[in-house]
């Protein structure tokens, strides 16, 4: 699991990547990396997540719609699933499972 902020969404993710970093851990027991900020959509997105959408697109728009848009990556890099931002990590096991 990678974590890459943005606040592209309501100014939701104003805190610098140590502080962000520092926040997740403290109140939600993030473990796995947490990236600097980086712009998701738009004429800016970083090329990971042109990547991303263009593989794997979303309901409706291929645009990220919110935070915590989650893709499942397969082991060569390519996008096999896009969850939800409401989409909780826990209920992610078993597609991770049947990628193992």
Known sequence: MLAFPCNQFGNQEPLDKE???????????????????????????HPLFKYLTEEAPGFLVDVIKWNFTK???????????????TTTPESLDEDIKALL
């Open 19 to 45: 502080a962000l970093a520092h926040f997740c851990q403290v109140n939600y027991g993030v473990t796995f990396p947490v990236f600097a900020k980086i712009d998701v959509k738009g004429s800016q997105a």
């Open 71 to 85: 893709f499942l990556v397969d082991r060569t890099g390519k996008p096999v699933k896009r969850f939800a931002p």
